[in-house]
């Protein structure tokens, strides 16, 4: 299978270490970057291994109800804060359950 030809509607789970969007379709875990919880993305796969697929989000098809406009300029390009369209509280809700799943 092409990597250069796959990709995929994935609904966004949770988040993954490194503020990837983690989702689930054909049979397979798929980390997205540049996607949230909540989102419906069309994925194009970068890498593709056995059992998960690390990809980044090509199209917005449905956003989450809890993306906000982004308050820094630059955000998209420096790709230093993947959380910032979420509200600070949600922020710090998945970085607790990040810390959480390292330390369990």
Do not use: K, N
């Not at 890498?47 to 998209?76: D, I, K, N, W, Y």
């Amino acid at each position: 299978m092409g990597v250069e030809a796959e990709s995929a509607l994935v609904r966004i789970e949770s988040v993954a270490a490194g503020g990837r969007g983690l989702g689930r379709e054909q049979g397979r875990v798929w980390f997205v970057d540049g996607a949230l919880p909540g989102d419906l993305v069309r994925a194009r796969a970068v890498q593709v291994r056995p059992r998960f697929v690390e990809a980044v989000a090509e199209e917005l098809a449905e956003p989450s109800a809890a993306r906000r406009p982004v308050p820094c300029p630059v955000q998209g390009r420096c790709g230093g804060c993947p959380l910032m369209p979420l509200p600070e509280t949600a922020q710090r809700g998945w970085q607790r359950r990040q810390i959480g799943d390292a330390l369990r």
